[in-house]
Structure formats: C-alpha cells, structure tokens
C-alpha cells in the first residue's frame, strides 16, 4: 500500500504506490499523476452475505489506514436472494426459469411492487421489496422460491 516516502509527496498527496510482484518477491514502486484504487468487495463483512469468501474489504480497510478518502461506500448493491443462513445464492436465473418469491403467507408478494416485472423485477427493486415486506411483518425471512407445476 502507500507509504510515506514511496507513494506520496511532501504536501502528502497519493504520488503511486509501493506494491509486491508475486512471481518473484521484488518490491516495485510505481509513480503517477492520478493513482486508483479498485480492490473488489468487501461483501464479507456482513454476517449473511452470497459474497465470495475473498470479498474481505482488505483493499478498502488499507486505503483507510493509509489515510485515502474513500467514497460513496453506503452503495452496496446486494443479490436480495439466497437460502437463508446458508450463504447459498439463488439467482434471477431461478425465477427466469419460473421460480417465484413467497412472503410468509405464501402471497407472490412482487406482483405489488412491480406489477409488470413481477419476479422478474431487477435486484433494487426485489431488495426493497423483501425490505418493505420484512418491515411490514410479512416475512421474518423471505420464505423461498418456488416453482410452478
């Protein structure tokens, strides 16, 4: 990561970077005019996520101790379905195929939020449907998917 000296000039300003190549241990440094930080998810820092396991938010946490502003960390994008506990996702492809959502009176409560779409509707959209539904008491837990005979 960025260090005093290697990666940032006398006013403190982000210069580059000091990184490790892998294949042969040598310690690089990289000088730049504009330097970006793109590090993956950080998904696992939640207690139930379908994140994969390297989604640690190692590469957020360095830019912070480091002293790098980050930005616009509140806009997690979440898959809304997966079996509950399990870290097993359930993709759109599940209710392509003719899967369904049921809140825990086995109502297919998407066809209030998005008439049209249904259970088609894109991940924002069935997100904050399964919110209103668990604010509203209609699901502790989204019950599941199911499919039609």
Known sequence: MVRPRSGENQDGAVVGCTALCIETGEVVYFKARATV???G???????STTNAHINT???????????????DMEMWQFHPTGIAGAGVLVTEGCRGEGGYLLNKHGERFM???APN???????DVVARSIMIEIREGAAATVRGARTRN
């Open 117 to 123: 779409a249904k259970d088609l509707a894109g991940r």
């Open 111 to 113: 066809e209030r939020y």
């Open 57 to 71: 938010g190692d590469g957020v946490g360095m830019a912070i101790r480091a002293g790098v502003p980050v930005q």
């Open 37 to 39: 930080l793109a590090t």
């Open 41 to 47: 998810g950080a998904g696992r820092i939640y207690q």
